[in-house]
Nanobody
């Protein structure tokens, strides 16, 4: 059974930082491209960042220079370091795993940026 379990969300003030983690089980982690999506209230889910099996990272323009995605293959975990957070970053953040044939999703973790 595949599981992706996100953690690290919470309430933070504008300008603050959070680090999200996503622990994967039930897959051969190093064979999967990993990603983070987010969905704000009333908006469509959007891709935030991806990291390939080889470690190549890519970001949506709105988070470039502020967010960093990384992966630790021995720990089967992908991270999203979020700095200089803005109110518009408020959303539920979802972890994904994709090997080109199958895609799996976590349950999401809430990030709220507010003073």
């Amino acid at each position: 059974q595949v599981q992706l379990v996100e953690s690290g969300g919470g309430l933070v003030q504008p300008g603050g930082s959070l680090r999200l983690s996503c622990a994967a089980s039930g897959i051969i982690f190093e064979l999967y491209n990993m990603g983070w999506y987010r969905q704000a209230p009333g908006k469509q889910r959007e891709l935030v960042a991806t990291i390939s099996r080889g470690g190549t990272a890519d970001y949506v323009d709105s988070v470039k220079g502020r967010f960093t995605i990384s992966r630790d293959n021995p720990k089967n975990t992908v991270y999203l370091q979020m700095n200089s957070l803005k109110s518009e970053d408020t959303a539920v953040y979802y972890c994904t795993a994709n090997d080109g044939l199958m895609a799996y999703w976590g349950q999401g973790t809430q990030v709220t940026v507010s003073s």
